[in-house]
């Protein structure tokens, strides 16, 4: 079965950072590309970063590019988003998601984590 | 704001068709697959239609996709009360290198 495990949410200030991990098991993890999914209170599904499966490939949306850094560990079946210079507009439930394919730029999110929450306040 | 356009409700009641439109442009949705999410209230999105109408297995054919140019839809038929939940159309963006999803459409099964 697979499984996809979020953490490393929290309480944080505006500007800090924070790191997200997701544990990933019931697959082999280096067959595919992963994401983040954000959704903020109130809001929609945002797609965040993408990762291939050898880390090749990173894409991210414009509204992180230059604050997320999106990595993976195939070892250790992980995936992981480094957040810097958070603000009040990045307080959402952050899901990890599997691609369907080994690549972030194809496929489709075939399945998704419980999510970890990230609240940016003061 | 999102690039991929959705209405912001939909309702039906049970046994109706409702569809759900999905607006793109030339670069996501007229040159990419189209896919669609559900996220019932309180769980995880979950795949609902992938390569603009192909069922995962476990979903219902009462679900149905198309795309036409740069718009997508999904249907639902024989609408049940367990339907009630936001519905989101997701495509690749060619010329922004992001994946985009709509704004989501939340559907009341009254």
């Known amino acids: 079965e697979v499984q996809l495990v979020e953490s490393g949410g929290g309480l944080v200030q505006p500007g800090r950072s924070l790191r997200l991990s997701c544990a990933a098991s019931g697959f082999t993890f280096d067959d595919y590309g992963m994401h983040w999914v954000r959704r903020a209170p109130g809001k929609g599904l945002e797609w965040v970063s993408g990762?291939?499966?050898?880390?090749?490939?990173?894409v991210y949306s414009d509204s992180v590019k230059g604050r997320f850094t999106i990595s993976r560990d195939n070892a250790k079946n992980s995936l992981y988003l480094q957040m810097n210079s958070l603000r009040a507009e990045d307080m959402a439930l952050y899901y990890c998601?599997?691609?369907?394919?080994?690549?972030?730029?194809?496929?489709?999110?075939?399945?998704w984590g419980q999510g970890t929450l990230v609240t940016v306040s003061s | 704001q999102s690039v991929l356009t959705q209405p912001p409700s939909a309702s039906g009641t049970p046994g109706q068709r409702v569809t759900i439109s999905c607006s793109g442009s030339s670069s996501n949705i007229g040159g990419n697959y189209v896919y669609w999410y559900q996220q019932l209230p309180g769980t995880a999105p979950k795949i609902l239609l992938y390569?603009?109408?192909q069922r995962p297995s476990g979903v219902p054919d009462r679900f149905s996709g198309s795309k036409s140019g740069t718009s997508a839809s999904l249907a639902i038929s024989g609408l049940r009360s367990e339907d009630e939940a936001d519905y989101y159309c997701a495509a690749w963006d060619d010329s922004l290198s992001v994946w985009m999803f709509g704004g989501g459409t939340k559907l009341t099964v009254l």
């Open positions: 990762i291939s499966w050898n880390s090749g490939s990173k």
């Open positions: 390569m603009n109408h």
């Open positions: 998601a599997r691609s369907s394919d080994y690549y972030d730029t194809s496929g489709h999110f075939d399945f």
